[in-house]
């Protein structure tokens, strides 16, 4: 880069280019899409060889301390050859960055999966992909047969499949949503299901074909996971695109996304099998947990 400094200053960098190692660090940012952080301490950084050309980032979270990330992070030029390895960065959460309407495709499952996390304690893992046109998807280790994911719940909407997988007890399920009117949406989720969409709405402000897509979407991971139909299906708490919804001492975490370029949204719910915190989300007002 030119004109970092003063026409007073040389130009030239001793010790690596610092406007690529700010670039390759707010690549990060990515990976906690719901919050601001900032980079605060690096224990060490090894310059392997010159930067030129085509180059690369790959940060791996190698654990969590309250609101405090550490990674390690590679700058990789266009062959792979590790150019500069930084281990023990941390980042931390500045501030909350709720996102509101649906999210970019690539953001959705660090979304889910920290959200969830945070929530219940579980370490999960989501994916997303799309599918080939004859419907099938990439053979993945450590999927089954049928296409489900060993310990794990799969769902298919259009050409992209979700699948969640953990230890714990998981499922999920994506639609998309779809324009209809009050009348239909309460034929197809029933009395109950469909005030607590109205509710979601009111509570959220987003349309009711969304609300009632969240809606909708927790409905199928609920029998997905084996509860009764007459589990009651609860309002838990919000915060931006982000709804939390409970059922049977489970919590169903919810999020819209754009899963391509077509104006289209897709409604994503993933359950886990523990229950989340009560202070965790902003409530909405009346809303029993």
């Keep these: 880069m ?18 690529l190692r700010d670039a390759a660090i707010h690549a990060i940012q990515a990976c906690i899409p719901h919050a601001t952080v900032l980079p605060v301490a690096v224990d060490k950084i090894e310059l392997r060889a010159p930067i030129e050309g085509a180059r690369y980032a790959a940060a791996r979270e190698l654990r969590r301390e309250g609101n405090r990330h ?7 030029g266009g062959d792979g050859k590790v150019l ?16 509101h309407g649906p999210l970019p495709g690539l953001l959705l499952t660090p979304f889910l999966e920290r959200h969830v996390r945070e929530l219940t304690g579980l370490e999960i893992r989501v994916d997303i992909e799309q599918r080939a046109r004859n419907g099938h998807g990439r053979d993945r280790a450590g999927q089954r047969p049928d296409g489900r994911p060993e310990n794990g719940s799969a769902a298919y909407a259009g050409n992209f499949r979700l699948s969640v997988s953990s ?12 324009s209809r009117p009050p009348a239909t949406w309460r034929q197809l989720l029933g009395r109950e299901h469909f005030l607590l969409a109205e ?56 999020a819209p996304a754009q899963l391509d370029d077509r104006d289209i949204t897709w409604m994503a719910a993933v359950m886990a099998s523990a229950g989340a915190p009560a202070a965790a989300l902003p409530l909405a007002t009346g809303v029993a947990l």
């Design 84 to 99: 500069e390895l930084w281990t023990g960065l941390v980042l931390q959460e500045a501030a909350s960055a709720p996102i």
């Design 70 to 76: 550490i990674y390690e992070l590679k700058i990789l």
């Design 2 to 19: 030119e004109d970092w400094y003063s026409g007073y200053l040389p130009p030239t960098f001793l010790l690596g280019d610092a406007g």
């Design 199 to 254: 509710e979601i709405a009111a509570a959220t402000g987003e349309d009711l074909d969304a609300a009632s897509t969240r809606v909708w979407t927790a409905k199928e991971v609920v029998k997905k996971i084996g509860l009764a139909d007459t589990t009651p299906l609860l309002l838990a708490g919000h915060e931006g695109a982000f709804v939390l919804l409970s059922a049977g001492g489970t919590s169903i975490a919810t």
């Design 167 to 178: 230890a714990a007890h998981v499922a999920c399920d994506l639609e998309t949503v779809q």
